[in-house]
């Protein structure tokens, strides 16, 4: 990560560790160009967005599988007191029987998923990116190039991917509820009223708030988790700043009483936005059966 013959700086260290490992469609490694650069994806959110996807649903399927009517096991009852508590969120905001039939596992599933992905930030900062280095130097490739970032939901692609995906299903359904005709007509009578003079400025409200829900869905989570993300590596600058001088005992224990207590912090941080991100799921798609 540094330059030859010295240790990184502070700066350098946080450079690398929010840099992504980055490629184009060409699938060669690529590095992003501006704030906004659809010519590249983070192939390390992709990555581990997608092994976390498949441990959640063999977590799932196993707890389906070994469900039984006697005394339950530790697993069972744990997942039980889950589905129980999704499944009256869902009754409560969702009153069409067969939309809950999907909606009540997906927001099980979301809930699962991003409390996995957020789970990540709790592993030692250099744990996983050290390994690939290392993979990468035995390779013989150049191990500063070597970009690792562990946290999926903090990579506002992978929130705002999700929270997309939440609105497109309010899409589906709103036409599948009140049909093209009646979600249409939604549109431009509501919220100002049904007259042909406030059609525009109720379509605008309408695309406005499409909008609005839809970022704020995705930002609200990305912006929890790359500021936790962010405060464990400067937690670790404490600790590296001590291992490097050997001095500045404070810097030792600065450093694990910092990472005791954010740690904790944290565990609570990780499963509240996973619950948040679930229930604003169930209120918009809710929202999406409702007419106004």
Known sequence: ???????????????????????????ENAKQVGPVDFSVFNFDSLLYTSVLGLITLFVLWLAARRAHSGVPGRFQAAVEILVEMVDNQAKALI????????????????????????????????????AWTGYVASTGHDPHHAYMRVVPTADLSTT???STFILLLCFFYSIKIKGL????????????????????????????????????????????MFAGELVFMLIALMGGGWALTGTGIGLAIGHVLAGTVWTLFHILVITLQAFIFMMLTLIYLGQAHDAH
Do not use: C
Request: proline share 5%; no cysteine; glycine share 10%.
């Open 1 to 27: 990560m540094a330059a030859e013959g010295h240790a990184p700086t502070s700066g350098e260290y946080i450079t690398h560790h929010l840099q992504h490992w980055q490629k184009n469609f060409s699938f």
């Open 95 to 130: 009153h069409n029987e067969k939309s809950r039939a999907f909606i009540g596992p997906l927001a099980l599933s979301v809930f699962v998923w991003i409390f996995f992905m957020n789970a990540m930030d709790m592993l030692p900062v250099d744990f996983l990116p050290s």
């Open 160 to 162: 705002l991917g999700m």
């Open 181 to 224: 005709g009646g979600w249409g007509h939604e549109l431009i009578s509501a919220p100002f009223g049904d007259h042909w003079a406030l059609y525009p400025f109720n379509f605008l409200m309408q695309i406005i708030e499409f909008i609005a829900k839809t970022v704020s869905h995705g930002m609200r989570l990305f912006g929890n």
